[in-house]
């Protein structure tokens, strides 16, 4: 296990240690963006000691020690594993979270019990819908956290929009599972007239969408390409909070969503259902042929809100508040059935504490093995 020590003064000055297990590089990208930009604002008023959210190892609280940080499916991992030590004076899960695909989180249910209160990075959707969830019995301890962008990074590319109906449209990501691709495949279907860009890789192909593969946007050649689009398009079913949203809101594009890509409710960024993809499509086709007018109004608002809302300040306000409180609430009810549910995935998940243990190990080197094993 590494860890690092900053401080912006004196020790003596500092009457809390912070403990921050979050990825934290320096990268514009999350979540090294959220471990760095928070761990910065931390370090104005406490002594913070850095580690990576998978570094393994324990922690040995000294008096008036905060823990805070992203719980990772490793057993042995250093926030875990740290959590059970006695003289914590705050334990504080931060972490994406959504209430779709209980493969995700179902580890963190042996987690949350032991923390204080859980900092959950994630939209007014997931957050809104949370008290009709199979995580309903977080809620007492849950407290919603905004992603942020830090619009230095990601300066202004479009000062005006391609003609009405002859506008591009980018998907940017990877093709994983919650970014639901096939979806936004049925919806490039009913868009024929329509290019619509995939900027990222991943392991899926996205069929009917013209792929750009990867591109480093803090390039100018990148910057560059992001220019030439004028609308964003995401469609996750289990998408957190995503910082490629604000992103685009920062660059200038308007960003189109489903509900379930954790946006929702903001009028500068649309919805499209997550369930009609003719319905989709037609939203995406109205916004094409839109006045300008209407565009750059959207592409204000969406940059104040990034001025007013969606800041490092106000992300870091909240963690603060939560480290300075003495709030602890216990669990909400968790009934028998519901806790054998989080058990099941726990022990089945790609994501949980057995894939992540020696038999998942095991098992894993035996599939990355197999296909050798099949040739001899």
């Known amino acids: 296990m590494s860890a690092t020590t900053a401080s912006s003064g004196p020790l003596a000055k500092q009457v809390t240690r912070v403990h921050l297990v979050f990825p934290h590089a320096d990268r514009t990208s999350a979540p090294d963006a959220i471990g760095r930009q928070l761990g910065k604002r931390l370090e104005a008023r406490y002594e913070v000691i850095y580690y990576n959210w998978s570094d393994l190892g324990l922690i040995k609280p000294e008096p008036g020690d905060v823990l805070l940080g992203h719980p990772h499916p490793h057993p042995r991992s250093v926030f875990r594993n740290s959590l059970r030590q006695a003289g914590w004076r705050r334990r504080l899960a931060m972490s994406p979270f959504h209430h779709r695909d209980l493969r995700q989180i179902a580890f963190a249910d042996s987690i949350i019990p032991h923390c204080d209160l859980f900092l959950a990075i994630t939209g007014p959707y997931w957050f809104g819908s949370l008290a009709d969830s199979r995580c309903s019995h977080w809620q007492p301890k849950m407290i919603q956290l905004d992603m942020a962008v830090d619009r230095g990074d990601f300066p202004p590319l479009k000062e005006s929009f391609g003609a009405p109906g002859k506008r591009r449209v980018a998907y940017m990501g990877h093709s994983g599972r919650g970014k639901n691709t096939p979806y936004l495949s049925k919806i490039a279907a009913l868009l024929p007239d329509i290019e619509i860009a995939w900027i990222g890789r991943g392991a899926r192909p996205i069929h009917g969408l013209k792929s750009l593969g990867f591109i480093d946007y803090d390039s100018q050649p990148g910057r ?153």
Request: charged residues 20%; contains cysteine.
């Open 224 to 376: 560059d390409v992001v220019a030439e689009f004028d609308f964003l398009l995401t469609v996750g079913n289990a998408d957190a909070n995503p910082t490629t949203i604000l992103e685009a809101m920062a660059w200038g594009l308007i960003p189109i969503c489903t509900p379930t890509s954790g946006y929702a409710g903001i009028p500068s960024i649309p919805n499209v259902p997550a369930d009609d993809a003719a319905a989709a499509a037609a939203i995406v086709r109205q916004l094409i042929s839109a006045n300008e007018s209407d565009l750059i109004g959207m592409q204000s608002a969406n940059r104040r809100l990034l001025d007013d809302h969606y800041t490092w300040d106000r992300f870091a306000a909240q963690v603060v508040e939560a480290i300075e409180s003495t709030e602890s609430p216990p669990l909400g009810p968790e009934s028998l059935k519901r806790r054998l549910t989080f058990a099941f995935y726990d022990i089945t998940s790609p994501y949980g504490r057995v894939a992540y243990g020696p038999l998942g190990r095991l098992w894993s080197k035996l599939r990355r093995l197999w296909p050798k094993l099949r040739r001899l």
